[in-house]
Structure formats: structure tokens, C-alpha cells
């Protein structure tokens, strides 16, 4: 079985905070590789300001270059929307695969907005990664005061392919504070440098136009 810790979002624009913090979770959890989820369209994020998919895919693929990270927009192949749908489809796809879903602590604070976020969370185990600014408003969110009865220490970390979900371990980071929200700000058309870029998904082997 592999150890796979699965990152979601709309990397627009993927950077070297995303590495950063997908490198630890890979040390901290004993993982075999990170997999970006560069989602077709975030639900929650207005489509307004979103890059094309192949320019983010194609930035995410050249950010996480030589590192055991693969960036793929596997839910547009998979058809899948929300993450609770994207979670039971990789499992059933991939059953070879030990799946832990990988979160900052500003998508923790705003969990409860997701769609069926309890299934998430009976699904596959989560571990959330510090982010300067967010704990506060994470540790008191509605979806944690949920999840509060499940975490796990983090000195177990290494042992999660054991736990029966809903289970939720909180790992320490350094503060990182590289966002997309200030890449974008400083260069709106950051994806033009992409837009004849060809990219290949690493886990469909398909063209993604």
C-alpha cells in the first residue's frame, strides 16, 4: 500500500508555500507522495480572477518539480466537484492507495461551509497544517468543535494508516507567508507565461485542455 496525502485546491497560483508545507506533511505522516488536486473549479471561490486549467496545472506541475509531488486535475477525468465526492472516487479508483486528505488551518476554519464535510471526515483521515493568522479561527470553527473528539496526538502521526476515521491530527509548522491571493495581486496575468504550455496529467496520462 502506498501513502499518499492528497492536497486540494485551486492553485492559482501554485508556489513554493504549497511545497513547502506538502514536504513536511510527506515527514511528518511517513507518506510516499503528495498529490495537488488542482481542482476544475472551486465551489466555494468565484470564477472571476480563476486562470485556465492547463496554465494551473502547468504551474503547479513546474512548482513541485523534483519532489515526490504530483500535480493533477484528476476530478475533471473523475467528474467530481466537491471533495466529498473526489475522496470516494480516488479510493475506489486507486484501492491499492492509503489516503490522508491535507488541509491548512484557513481551510479548517471554513470546513464547515463544505458540502457533507462529516462525510469527509468518515471517509479518510485529515491532517491539518498550521497557517500564521488562521489557528484561532480554526480551533474555533463549527467543524471543529465536531472534530475536536477525534484528534489524534501528533506523536502518532506516523501510525494514521491505522486509524478508523473520523480522525484529525494537528501538525506544527513553521509560518509560511506565501499565499496565492498576494502571487496574484502582484501579477494578475501571471498565467499568460503559460498559455501555450501542453501538459500532460500524471495520474490520467491525458492531455488536459
Given at each position: 500500500?502506498?501513502?499518499?496525502?492528497?492536497?486540494?485546491?485551486?492553485?492559482?497560483?501554485?508556489h513554493?508555500?504549497?511545497?513547502?508545507?506538502?514536504?513536511?506533511?510527506?515527514?511528518?505522516?511517513?507518506?510516499?507522495?503528495?498529490?495537488?488536486?488542482?481542482?476544475?473549479?472551486n465551489?466555494?471561490?468565484?470564477?472571476?480572477?480563476?486562470?485556465?486549467l492547463?496554465?494551473?496545472l502547468?504551474?503547479?506541475?513546474?512548482v513541485?518539480r523534483?519532489?515526490p509531488?504530483?500535480?493533477?486535475?484528476?476530478?475533471?477525468?473523475?467528474g467530481?466537484?466537491?471533495?466529498?465526492?473526489?475522496?470516494?472516487?480516488?479510493?475506489?479508483?486507486?484501492?491499492?492507495?492509503?489516503?490522508?486528505?491535507?488541509?491548512g488551518?484557513d481551510?479548517?476554519?471554513?470546513?464547515?461551509?463544505?458540502?457533507?464535510?462529516?462525510?469527509?471526515?468518515?471517509?479518510m483521515s485529515?491532517a491539518?497544517?498550521?497557517?500564521?493568522g488562521?489557528?484561532?479561527?480554526?480551533?474555533?470553527?463549527?467543524?471543529?468543535s465536531?472534530?475536536r473528539?477525534?484528534?489524534?496526538?501528533?506523536?502518532?502521526?506516523?501510525?494514521?494508516?491505522?486509524?478508523?476515521p473520523?480522525?484529525?491530527?494537528?501538525?506544527r509548522?513553521?509560518?509560511?507567508?506565501?499565499?496565492?491571493?498576494?502571487?496574484?495581486?502582484?501579477?494578475?496575468?501571471?498565467?499568460?507565461?503559460?498559455?501555450?504550455?501542453?501538459?500532460?496529467?500524471?495520474?490520467?496520462?491525458?492531455?488536459?485542455?
Amino acid at each position: 500500500m502506498s501513502k499518499i496525502g492528497l492536497l486540494g485546491g485551486s492553485f492559482n497560483p501554485a508556489h513554493g508555500g504549497h511545497r513547502a508545507i506538502s514536504l513536511f506533511a510527506l515527514r511528518a505522516l511517513g507518506l510516499d507522495q503528495v498529490w495537488w488536486l488542482v481542482s476544475p473549479g472551486n465551489p466555494l471561490k468565484p470564477a472571476r480572477g480563476m486562470a485556465p486549467l492547463p496554465a494551473r496545472l502547468a504551474r503547479a506541475r513546474q512548482v513541485a518539480r523534483r519532489a515526490p509531488i504530483r500535480a493533477s486535475a484528476i476530478e475533471r477525468q473523475l467528474g467530481t466537484r466537491y471533495t466529498v465526492d473526489s475522496v470516494g472516487a480516488l479510493a475506489r479508483r486507486y484501492p491499492r492507495h492509503d489516503f490522508i486528505w491535507l488541509m491548512g488551518a484557513d481551510n479548517l476554519a471554513q470546513f464547515g461551509a463544505w458540502r457533507d464535510w462529516r462525510g469527509i471526515a468518515r471517509q479518510m483521515s485529515i491532517a491539518v497544517i498550521a497557517r500564521p493568522g488562521y489557528d484561532g479561527d480554526a480551533h474555533g470553527s463549527a467543524a471543529m468543535s465536531w472534530l475536536r473528539r477525534f484528534v489524534r496526538s501528533p506523536r502518532q502521526s506516523r501510525d494514521w494508516t491505522t486509524w478508523r476515521p473520523p480522525a484529525l491530527v494537528l501538525l506544527r509548522f513553521r509560518p509560511d507567508p506565501r499565499s496565492a491571493t498576494l502571487l496574484r495581486q502582484a501579477d494578475p496575468l501571471w498565467h499568460r507565461e503559460y498559455e501555450d504550455t501542453r501538459v500532460r496529467d500524471p495520474l490520467t496520462r491525458r492531455l488536459v485542455v
